[in-house]
């Protein structure tokens, strides 16, 4: 097995060569240029494999952030409009997600764990409700949880009926689970119900993979999306012995035709590369990204901290005098480096964008051109959260130094 040693002479360019790969791959590293913005959101999520679902919004929802950072015209409508148009879909990865319509086959597994039980999850619900609300969405069309769990449709009313929004709610989520229901549309973060057999495209290829299959399909979308990996990414939350066995066996394979080399780290841990990636000549950027904590390029933390020395963690899970960054610290992306942390706060009702802090790592780059870069950079992000105006107190004294 053909291993490049992380502890060699060019450590510091293979490593640097190594991060400006995963950055490309992520879709971070140029500004997209597309005549439709929508078709480059779609991509996105393909090429991506998923967009995780997050219901924080200190700022700009975390599916909505993520795209805008690879798609800078992306408008939060466009995930509503690929549902529409049967691009994507709504389910699990190792979160809830937006993935690609394509991809719907390799989610029967967890549908058809949910549905036999086998998940200790979504259980105990009732199936004379679940046939209720089934009936009810297949005669009515399309429905929130707020109108499924009123008082109409045969459901009763008053304490401990049918549609008391406990139980409806969980059998919603148990139907939407197993597959029997799927999204339709988001209004904000409330999401709205159809029969699966009408949100599915007709042509749609819904056979059950195999384990095999699926370990393919976790390997290409690691390989695809990140370009440099390492092995909890491939299994990441994948339990059962057979799926890693399967998993084991697709890495070594790839290894030993040359098209994934192995980077032996000083650690003693390994990064997997693909090999015509690693052959490609890299060159540096400036480009400045304000990322989620949920973006796909940081949320694999020990292969964050591994490739570019970045050891980070959201601290609003934290009590108040624990945290060291602020509640939703954003990681700030500069060039080929993880540069500095930015908490802020979008105040909607008063459409104003509030820097709370600033937090700069110890880490080489033009401070100069990084706050030039970063200004501009604040000013689209507010426009994104819907904000016309900056409270850059916080950064103020830094940024003065050095504004051109």
Same mark, same amino acid.
């Given at each position: ?11 510091? *360019? $293979? ?10 791959? *992520? ?38 952030? /993520?795209?805008?950072?690879? /798609? ?12 529409? +148009? ?26 058809? @764990? ?8 979504? +259980? ?8 209720? /609300? ?49 999204? &339709? ?24 993979? &195999?384990? @095999? ?32 066995? *399967?998993?084991? +066996?697709? $890495?070594?394979?790839?290894?030993? &035709? ?6 032996? *780290? ?31 390029? /940081? ?75 970063? $200004? ?12 016309? &105006? ?12 050095? +504004?051109?």
């Amino acid at each position: 097995m053909a291993m490049i040693f992380m502890g060699c002479k060019n450590n510091m *360019q $293979l490593n640097e060569h190594l991060r400006r790969i995963a950055i490309a791959s *992520q879709g971070l590293q140029s500004e997209v240029k597309a005549h439709d913005d929508l078709l480059a959101t779609k991509k996105a999520i393909k090429h991506l494999g998923y967009v995780q679902i997050d219901t924080l919004s200190v700022v700009e929802r975390a599916h909505h952030h /993520v795209l805008w950072s690879r /798609v800078p015209s992306y408008q939060p409508d466009y995930l509503n409009q690929l549902v529409k +148009q049967q691009s994507i879909f709504e389910y699990w990865f190792h979160a809830a997600a937006y993935l690609p319509m394509d991809d719907y086959r390799f989610a029967l597994i967890k549908m058809n @764990s949910i549905r036999n039980g086998e998940s200790p999850y979504h +259980q105990n619900t009732n199936p004379k409700l679940e046939r209720e /609300v089934l009936s009810r969405i297949k005669s009515e069309g399309p429905m929130r949880l707020r109108t499924l769990d009123n008082k109409g449709g045969g459901g009763g009313s008053g304490s401990g009926s049918w549609w008391s929004y406990g139980p409806v709610k969980r059998t919603v989520e148990h139907l939407f689970m197993r597959g029997d229901l799927m999204v &339709t549309q988001r209004y904000g973060m409330e999401k709205e119900y159809d029969l699966a057999e009408r949100c599915l495209p007709s042509e749609l290829n819904t056979r059950v993979p &195999t384990t @095999s299959e699926f370990a393919e399909y976790l390997f290409n979308t690691t390989k695809r999306a990140h370009g440099v990996f390492n092995w909890k990414q491939l299994v990441h939350l994948r339990k059962g012995p057979a799926l890693r066995e *399967q998993m084991r +066996q697709i $890495l070594l394979d790839h290894v030993q &035709t040359g098209d994934i080399k192995v980077i032996k *780290q000083e650690t003693g841990g390994d990064l997997y590369v693909a090999s015509q990636l690693l052959e490609q000549t890299t060159s540096p950027n400036k480009l400045l990204k304000i990322l989620s904590p949920f973006d796909n390029l /940081v949320i694999h933390r020990e292969r964050l901290k591994e490739l570019f020395n970045f050891d980070y963690k959201i601290e609003c899970y934290v009590t108040a005098n624990k945290r060291q960054y602020g509640y939703f610290c954003l990681p700030i992306l500069y060039g080929d480096k993880l540069v500095a942390r930015l908490d802020c706060k979008a105040h909607r009702a008063e459409k104003r964008l509030e820097v709370i802090s600033l937090h700069l790592e110890n880490v080489v780059f033009n401070e100069r051109a990084f706050f030039n870069a970063l $200004l501009a950079e604040l000013e689209n992000f507010a426009h994104f959260n819907g904000c016309v &105006t900056l409270s850059l107190d916080a950064i103020g004294e830094h940024a003065l130094k050095w +504004q051109a």
